[in-house]
């Protein structure tokens, strides 16, 4: 049963609330957010244990039980996500597109803070970046960073994004059996390596990105939270490698430093800025842009262009009408950079694919002072999660939601709050336009190439590490482009079936 709330106006806070544009919801006399009880045995822990093991499950339950604010649980839990000053913080979660509205348009109320883990001088080095930095300085460093990510950027790095496509898939026999999840993680980890470091990945196994990439995967695992710094412990291990991370960046920029600065990939150029301007930038500052870089393209990207074969896999008829685009404008060429966003049925496919299986399927904030969320009050140093993928599921949205349904969006146009695989408002995430054009391109590069075949009975579990992930990897089939697209579907196993409505 939904949470029935009474509107007034806390008269302590009236100012908080004015309503920006439009009508707001009114103010809840409740204080108290609803929430599942603690667990018998294990209090708050069993309800984090509960989110943990599966995200969605537990926001699914939490929104279809009490409505569109909850709490993780009844009374207080220390931050899940996030290291808190605060004595009594608790995990709120909002959902749907006003709860978006709230989070992502006051983003000095609503502030981004450093992931939990090793709480040492060089993870606070790393966290020195534009996803966790606020106020003024986030608004110069996004300002400095934007123009890397500009059209005449892009257009650079779609070179690189048809070269390691073509030859990742030049690796692959007729017949054989691929783990996507590895293939594709390990061309746009190349990919991105290449664009934001100059570096080439591919003839070195200890690479800055392959430490860094390692980092990304364990980097939200509960051991890593847990601060136990005795050998062995995940925790330990985790502070040896940020270190080395952090020496290879110093050793990236110094190298840059010393030599011409006359590389075109976006390390070099913050580079070169900080060398005739260097009060745009402090050195911290710069090792932490530098490691933020390669995380903000690696793990959804990859994802995100997973979830699109996998589904396009799963919808013969989709596929067909995708494959005649692509033979009318390409031509089984890769497309230029100017035809990337000019291909309408490419474009709605990817559209769908990152609103049914969202990569990144929650982001959390933290209030710096008392703030409105929903209709409730909620206090200062709250924990607050806000999530794409529940919104992305809203029926009063997205008729049918669970369905793979690419036409929905000849007709349809909604909100930046309605839709948001990358976030929204001053705090988009500036690779938006870089993953947009990257999985695109290496969609249709594939597409043309390849037919890719699901293996029946292959169980589709989730792993969700900010990201969503299958647990055990999607292997799949790879046949040359016989467009005998029927028997690329093959029925699957797992807690995707209970996402993706393939009937």
């Not at 690696?298 to 494959?323: C, S």
Request: hydrophobic letters at 40%; a positive charge.
């Amino acid at each position: 049963m939904q949470t029935t709330t009474h509107a007034t106006q806390c008269p302590h806070h009236r100012a908080d609330f004015e309503p920006k544009s439009g009508a707001a919801p009114a103010v809840s006399r409740r204080r108290d957010v609803p929430g599942p009880p603690p667990t018998p045995l294990l209090g708050w822990r069993g309800n984090a244990l509960k989110f943990f093991r599966n995200p969605i499950a537990y926001m699914t339950h939490l929104r279809a039980t009490y409505g569109d604010v909850a709490k993780l649980v009844q009374g207080s839990n220390p931050t899940l996500f996030y290291r808190s000053s605060h004595v009594q913080p608790s995990t709120y979660f909002g959902f749907g597109p006003e709860c978006n509205r709230q989070i992502l348009t006051d983003i000095e109320l609503f502030q981004s803070r450093p992931p939990r883990g090793p709480h040492t001088q060089t993870a606070e080095q790393m966290a020195t970046n534009l996803f966790f930095i606020n106020g003024s300085r986030h608004k110069q460093q996004r300002k400095l960073l934007m123009p890397h990510f500009s059209k005449n950027s892009l257009k650079h790095y779609h070179g690189f994004v048809v070269d390691y496509t073509n030859a990742m898939i030049d690796g692959w026999k007729e017949g054989e059996a691929v783990e996507l999840t590895k293939a594709l993680g390990d061309t746009l980890m190349y990919i991105g390596s290449k664009s934001f470091y100059g570096i080439d990945a591919t003839k070195d196994s200890e690479s800055l990105v392959q430490l860094m990439r390692i980092m990304m995967y364990n980097m939200f695992t509960p051991g890593t939270m847990i601060p136990i710094n005795l050998p062995g412990t995940p925790y330990r291990r985790m502070i040896r490698l940020m270190r080395r991370i952090r020496d290879q960046l110093i050793q990236e920029i110094q190298q840059k430093r010393q030599g011409d600065l006359a590389g075109t990939d976006v390390l070099s150029k913050i580079v070169r800025a900080n060398v005739d301007d260097p009060t745009q930038v402090t050195d911290d500052e710069l090792i932490g842009e530098a490691f933020v870089l390669f995380f903000a393209s690696q793990d959804a990207g990859t994802r995100a262009l997973l979830w699109t074969l996998f589904l396009l896999a799963q919808h013969p008829d989709v596929m067909a009408e995708l494959l005649d685009e692509l033979d009318e404008h390409l031509h089984g060429e890769a497309p230029a950079y100017e035809q990337i966003f000019e291909l309408p049925v490419l474009d709605r496919v990817v559209k769908e694919s990152l609103r049914i299986l969202s990569p990144a399927i929650m982001f959390g904030r933290e209030t710096s002072r008392i703030a409105q969320l929903g209709s409730y009050l909620i206090p200062a140093g709250s924990e607050v999660v806000y999530s794409p993928y529940m919104t992305h599921m809203d029926p009063e949205i997205y008729p049918e939601p669970k369905r793979f349904r690419p036409d929905r969006w000849l007709d349809f146009k909604p909100s930046a709050y309605q839709y948001l695989p990358f976030g929204a408002g001053a705090r988009m995430c500036l690779g938006a336009s870089f993953g947009a054009m990257q999985v695109r391109l290496m969609v249709a590069i594939i597409v043309q190439r390849c037919r890719l075949e699901v293996i029946p009975g292959t169980k589709i579990d989730l792993t969700v590490n900010v990201v969503m992930s299958p647990k055990n990897g999607l292997p799949m089939i790879v046949r040359r482009q016989d467009r005998d697209f029927r028997k690329s579907r093959g029925p699957v196993e797992g807690y995707i079936t209970r996402m993706v409505d393939f009937s």
